[in-house]
């Protein structure tokens, strides 16, 4: 992968977050923490802190810095989660910053969840981090048009039709 790519992927998993994040915000608190059929982490907020949380434990792993388990409870509206996000979203510009074509290619050694240690090559996790994200994404963007608040199309086509590919 070169440096275009990784920059352009993470352009389009910010972008897709951002949608779903939009559509979120229109539903109330309680609907945005209530159980929903089809989820992976209960609720929206739930499916929605994991990627948000799976994003940072990647980026410290990067930057070898151990990372703390997220808080299991979640947030309690999607503007709580939205601005914990934009903090994240800061972090992770500042170290793609840093990444050179070198870098990309070196492997970044790191433990597991359950403290396994495991070496991959940088471009690989960030790829892995938008598939996942991918994932918990389309779990969401289903329960949020179930609530007639769908994001739309969140396929990388369109975000490169509206101009977001370098």
């Known amino acids: 992968m070169d440096l275009v790519t990784f920059r352009t992927w993470l352009g389009y998993n910010r972008w897709a977050n951002a949608r779903v994040l939009a559509a979120a915000r229109s539903l109330s608190d309680a609907a945005f923490t209530a159980p929903r059929p089809g989820l992976s982490f209960a609720s929206l907020a739930g499916s929605l802190t994991h990627v948000m949380t799976t994003e940072r434990t990647w980026r410290l792993r990067c930057l070898g810095l151990a990372s703390e388990p997220p808080a299991a409870a979640g947030f309690p509206s999607a503007p709580a989660l939205a601005a914990a996000w934009a903090a994240e979203d800061r972090a992770l510009d500042a170290f793609a910053a840093g990444v050179t074509a070198g870098a990309l290619a070196a492997k970044v050694g790191y433990r597991t ?36 608040a769908s994001p739309g199309d969140l396929d990388f086509i369109a975000y490169v039709r509206q101009g977001g590919a370098g």
């Open 113 to 148: 969840s359950a403290g396994v240690p495991h070496q991959t090559p940088l471009w690989q996790i960030w790829l892995h981090v938008v598939n996942h994200g991918t994932q918990f994404r389309s779990e969401a963007a289903v329960a949020l048009t179930a609530l007639g």
